[in-house]
């Protein structure tokens, strides 16, 4: 079974499709919250760095780092091409190491959820706040489950990039409450002139209820919620969570 993640070209142009919201959402928040003429931005799990190259072309100083070194190739190659710099690198959300303090963090589309168990995700926060400087933010993206959530969600849209067109269709396939795991199966049917292909990935993500989430937040106090946000990352539209809430953006400041 193949891993999506290991194929960054067709990941990035299937995650790139609609992410100007969520774009325009980190470029306010980090100028708003930031007094430095340059903030410097760290995003744990990068991936391709579809969120990079913009934030550096906004003024960002920019690091990143992730596990899959398909995806770090691909984005060291993308800033090479695009005469950009970012300090890209390999490492783990659980135990990354850092050289300085950042302005801001974020975490979106679900990639804190990849951390399975209790602990990893705690020690992945307790980084995070070590990794902010005073006052620093910490945007977290992630869907909680609600308590009557039953196996039904589809999710699907398409994405086009010069001659390639990308269908992903992204569906839950289990859910284990008690276990806290959602398993998700990607569908990537991959169309350019030369060929037509389909790609499966199969893995599972650790779930989150409302309370759930509030439970491990408060084993890193010094991150305190400032403000959520849905799905729409509007600005200007800031939520109260509820057992109801589905996807949700958190701002955590560092105290
Ligand atoms: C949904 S993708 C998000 C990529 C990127 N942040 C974005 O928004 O497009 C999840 C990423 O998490 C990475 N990942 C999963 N577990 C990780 C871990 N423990 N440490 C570092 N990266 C991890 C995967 O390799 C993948 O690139």
Known sequence: MLNWYDLPTYYDT??????????????TIFKKYSNSSKPKLLEPACGTGRLIIPLIREGYDCSGFDLNRNA????????KRRKMYANIFFDDMIKFKIHKKYDGIYCTVDTFRHLLTENDAIQHLINVKNALKKNGIYVLG?????????????????AKRGGLTIRTIMSMVKLDKIKR??????????KTNKIQDSVISIYQLRTYT????????KNVPELEIINVYDEYYDLSNPISLNSGSDYAVLLLRKN
């Not at 409302?210 to 937040?217: H, V």
């Open 72 to 79: 770090l190739l691909y984005l060291e190659k993308k800033l």
């Open 142 to 158: 992630l869907h909680l489950i609600a308590n009557e959530k039953k196996i039904d969600k589809v999710t699907q849209w398409t």
């Open 14 to 27: 299937s995650f790139s499709h609609e992410m100007n919201d969520e774009l325009i959402f980190l470029k």
């Open 181 to 190: 795991r959602e398993t998700l199966r990607v569908e990537l049917k991959i």
């Open 210 to 217: 409302l309370l759930q989430l509030r439970k491990i937040l």
